[in-house]
């Protein structure tokens, strides 16, 4: 979609939504895209999320592509010039700054395409993923299914009793809900 503005000017591209909603799924999606088309690509995430692999970001669904984990997102400047295009898994686990390195890199020409959670288990905006999706060209949000009712999906209800603001996981922490199955099953939690 933005391919074309990216050779000239640089974008921000942002994928978000609740847990298995395929924000990384699209991300790789547009990374093998830009690969198959030639273009130079340099993709990162948090040294936190070793999920799946360290060295790769990888799907619920296995589909991966080849990353470089990193602890601040100041790293993400010293890519090579000829990089024309920059993918950002788990942006939400970054600090704000990431906000500031997402502008420079398209500010310098290259499509940057940022997946992340936009709330966390609290449904609250989580981390840079608010001012990444004010300054983007383009917001993509996804939902899962919700698995009470089959609704859209927007929330990631956590399936544990940890305060902790970062906890990852998968199917055996976190289930995504809909607004109303999410608000019944936080209501049911704090009356108990």
């Known amino acids: 979609m933005f391919l074309e503005n990216a050779k000239k000017s640089g974008c921000i591209e ?6 298995f909603s395929g924000k990384t799924e699209e991300l790789i999606r547009r990374i093998k895209r830009a690969q198959f088309a030639n273009l130079k690509v340099a993709t990162f995430k948090p040294t936190v ?37 920059v993918g950002i898994d788990e942006a939400q686990f970054f600090d704000l700054s990431l906000v500031e390195v997402c502008q420079e890199l398209a500010n310098r020409g290259v499509r940057v395409i940022v997946a992340g959670l936009d709330t966390d288990y609290l449904g609250k905006p989580f981390g840079p993923m608010p001012g990444l999706m004010a300054i983007a060209e383009d917001v993509q949000k996804v939902h899962a299914i919700c698995v009470k009712c089959g609704g859209l999906a927007n929330h990631s209800h956590r399936l544990s009793a940890s305060k902790k603001l970062v906890v990852l996981g998968e199917k055996d922490v976190y289930e995504p809900l809909c607004r109303q199955c999410y608000n019944k099953a936080v209501n049911e939690e704090s009356s108990e």
Do not use: F, N, W
Request: proline letters at 7%.
């Open 49 to 85: 999320d070793k999920r799946y692999s360290e060295m790769d970001v990888v799907s619920h669904d296995s589909h991966s592509v080849a990353c470089t984990p990193i602890k601040t997102p100041a790293r993400m400047l010293q890519i090579p010039a000829d990089v024309q295009v």
């Open 14 to 19: 942002v994928i978000c939504g609740s847990m």
